[in-house]
């Protein structure tokens, strides 16, 4: 008789594990293996990767916690190594189903009620990773008002608080492959992968180097006169205009934009950069 308790338990837990696993048959696929995460959690992830790529080994313990617990479980991210790369979204599942619905900005709470029914049965924790994941790679927007996620964060860390999703406002692929042989020739480091904080962080580093050119360039111009120097300053004025662009548009991504629509090939602002490099100086 005392072994029935303990028996009747095995059956009821074995009972109920598959009535789980029939109405929640993808759980499993994505199923965390760290507990419950605190809000201070996705704040330390976000003042992270403002400096730091999301892979960079070096990294605070809830970060640890995010990438092993929950971003590689749910296929965002895969082992390399004794490091982490970003996985091939394309075919994730869960990223095409919610790729379907993003047209029509829906809210976060829809998506979280769509997340947390059968077939997948998230919990809370999963999602916001899975949100947060996308929108630091580019691929959707998470907005309160007119503000971004980016904005907000420190007050409002999880995405189920903000009012509506949306597509990515991210650069194109040809739009990042024209920006990284930019930087490789003005020698700016380039990150393994362009999520969008990676792009902002670009634009700023541009806008540094924009800033200098255009000092240095300008004081040049008032120095160069007559007809002799013509098409020198010609050449001057055309690379300063390059330069402005990137104070065009209403964030970091509108003006790589602008800056890049500008420059269309980076032959022409290279081959300037370099004829005009030290000049002004000898």
């Not at 976000?46 to 995010?66: G, Q, S, W």
């Not at 029509?104 to 916001?128: C, F, M, R």
């Not at 390059?242 to 548009?249: C, I, N």
Request: proline share 6%.
């Amino acid at each position: 008789l005392s072994d029935r308790p303990k028996k009747f338990g095995d059956w009821l837990s074995r009972a109920a594990e598959k009535v789980l696993k029939r109405k929640y048959p993808q759980f499993e696929r994505y199923a965390p293996t760290s507990g419950s995460l605190p809000a201070c959690a996705y704040r330390e992830l976000m003042v992270f990767v403002r400096d730091n790529e999301l892979t960079a080994e070096n990294c605070p313990e809830y970060v640890k916690v995010i990438r092993e617990g929950y971003f590689v479980p749910l296929g965002l991210l895969q082992r390399k190594g004794k490091g982490y790369q970003t996985a091939s979204l394309g075919r994730h599942e869960l990223v095409s189903s919610l790729a379907q619905v993003l047209p029509n900005e829906p809210s976060p709470k829809a998506v979280y009620d769509h997340l947390t029914a059968p077939i997948y049965g998230l919990i809370p924790d999963q999602i916001h990773c899975l949100l947060i994941f996308l929108y630091l790679e580019g691929e959707i927007e998470i907005t309160k008002g007119t503000k971004s996620y980016r904005e907000c964060f420190c007050e409002m860390p999880l995405p189920v608080q903000y009012d509506k999703l949306s597509q990515g406002r991210g650069l194109s692929h040809e739009q990042l492959l024209v920006l990284e042989k930019l930087c490789h020739a003005l020698h700016i480091e380039t990150p393994s992968r362009w999520g969008v904080l990676m792009q902002r962080r670009i634009s700023a580093k541009l806008k540094e180097l924009s800033s200098t050119e255009k000092d240095r360039l300008s004081i040049f111009l008032l120095k160069i006169t007559g007809e002799e120097f013509d098409s020198l300053r010609a050449d001057v004025e055309q690379l300063v205009s390059y330069w402005r662009a990137l104070e065009k548009g209403n964030d970091a991504i509108d003006s790589l934009q602008h800056f890049l629509y500008e420059v269309g090939s980076p032959g022409k602002l290279l081959a300037l950069h370099e004829k005009l490099e030290g000049l002004p100086e000898r």
